[in-house]
């Protein structure tokens, strides 16, 4: 047995899992750096992504793990402001910090880094980083209905096809590709199943539960295999006394890497349930697949990825649609979006958002934050008076 597969009721939270399976995720870095470790130790390479627009599909069928990078810790933000502008999105600056402090060991293991052309903090960090570690950064054209953006996205994951093979020595070969398609389905399928647990009138797992259950790398094969146990465990299973009882929220907005989960922390401590995240650390990147039919693999890849609905794109009608979509069947009492600061993109879509919840008769809130605690308290007064709000519209009490 390799040893990230570990031991899955290791870990520290106990009586608090939602089930067995649940203990391998509690330590789910841990397990990954295992894996990533051996992997490399037997001739793999690990590279590094920072963005749901790299086809991991790609890496897989290069025999490469795709490791990704986003940093989640306030404490890296200082070494970053060094550099960066103070006024940058914590994500970006976190990223950065990490890579200064060479402070994550993913990163340190990675034999390439592969990013996009998303918003303009990161593109410009990346040079920076560029500097001292190998990187391919694809050009992600920013308009997705156009069809000449959709042959030029094509085109610049073709060059990825062909970058990889020329620095790890091998051929990706169709079938390595359809291999590798089959393998990311799988997982969004598995991901979307434990997603859908939160449609439940009381879900059997907290939003901050199933978040936990993103993993650094890809596709590691016990981790599937805990997927599975952990859907056949909860399937049908009510959630504790209180769940039916909580304010239902859907979140929207930005990421939420590992390590910034502070405001959801907030949301579900002040008598909140997630039971919806639209964003990147969410439904966003696993609601469609790749189409493992089609003739070439390579387009359909490119396809899927494309169809990504990201603030960076313009305009971005299909994250209305998706939110609109969740909305119907997740059944949000209200919408929460999260902005980090100096996030331009979604900050500017925050008003489309604003309006569609009025729209669909859902209360909306728009914070914006970082990774500092400083502004928490304040925080939780805003989302206790929304629940107050959704609390007064049903005539329900607060449990
Ligand atoms: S929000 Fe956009 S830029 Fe950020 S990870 Fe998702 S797709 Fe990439
Ligand atoms: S949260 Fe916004 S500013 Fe930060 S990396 Fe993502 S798109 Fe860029």
Known sequence: MSKCCGDSNAGAKGADWPCEAFGWFDDMVS???????EAKASGRPVVGIMCEYTPRELILAAGGVPACLCGGSAEMVGPAE???????????????????????????LADLVVAETT????????ELMGRTRRMHVLELPQKPDAAVAMAHWKA??????????????????????????????????????????MRADAPPLTGRQLLDFNTIIACIPCALEHYAGAIEQMAGRAGPGDCADRVRVMMTGVPVPHGACR?????????????AMENCSGIKPICEDVDAAGDDPLAAIAEKYFHLPCSVMTPNDSRMELLARLAGEYRPQCIIELI?????????????????AGELGIPYLRIETDYSPSDSARIAVRVEALFETVRGKTGRPAP
């Not at 060094?82 to 940058?88: F, M, V």
């Not at 918003?119 to 990346?126: R, T």
């Not at 610049?156 to 070969?173: C, D, G, M, N």
């Not at 980090?340 to 569609?356: F, G, I, K």
């Open 31 to 37: 397990h990954c750096l295992d894996y990533a470790t």
């Open 82 to 108: 060094e550099q960066l502008p103070a006024n940058l999105c914590p994500l970006i600056k976190s990223t950065y910090g990490y890579h200064r402090q060479k402070a994550n060991p993913f990163l340190e």
């Open 119 to 126: 918003c303009d903090g990161k593109k410009k960090m990346y």
């Open 156 to 197: 610049e994951v073709r060059k990825l096809k062909e970058a990889l093979e020329e620095l790890f020595s091998v051929e990706i070969t169709d079938a390595a590709l359809r291999d590798a398609i089959g393998l990311m389905n799988r997982e969004r399928s598995l991901k979307r199943q434990l997603a859908e647990l």
């Open 263 to 275: 405001v959801m922390d907030i949301i579900e401590n002040s008598g909140g349930l997630v039971v």
């Open 340 to 356: 980090w600061q100096a996030c331009l993109t979604y900050d500017v879509e925050s008003a489309r958002v604003r309006e569609l």
